[in-house]
């Protein structure tokens, strides 16, 4: 079973910039697809970005140009870096995890956008 921590969420202010951080308890070259989605308040979970092994990368176009995803294989840890941010960012974030027919996800950190 694949474990996944998220960090790097708080409050900032619109405009400023946050990097999401999500380490896993295996080797993520072997895992697959990883991703960050995220779920706002009465929302539905949505799908922010995701990033295969072999580092193609898709975004959501309220994210594309202000949203980075990035994996490192030696830390095993996959990144959300999150420039420009709006206050229609906030959200809890969670880290996805596809291995195989399993997806695994974090516990989630909040990030909150406002002035």
């Known amino acids: 079973q694949v474990q996944l921590v998220e960090s790097g969420g708080g409050l900032v202010q619109p405009g400023g910039s946050l990097r999401l951080s999500c380490a896993a308890s295996e080797s993520i070259f072997s895992i697959g697809a990883m991703g960050w989605y995220r779920q706002a308040p009465g929302k539905e979970r949505e799908l922010v970005a995701f990033i295969t092994s072999g580092g193609r990368t898709n975004y959501a176009d309220s994210v594309k140009g202000r949203f980075t995803i990035s994996r490192d294989d030696v830390e095993n840890t996959v990144y959300l870096q999150m420039n420009s941010l709006k206050p229609e960012d906030t959200a809890v974030y969670y880290c996805?995890?596809?291995?195989?027919?399993?997806?695994?996800w974090g516990q989630g950190t909040q990030v909150t956008v406002s002035s």
């Open positions: 996805n995890a596809v291995k195989g027919a399993f997806a695994y």
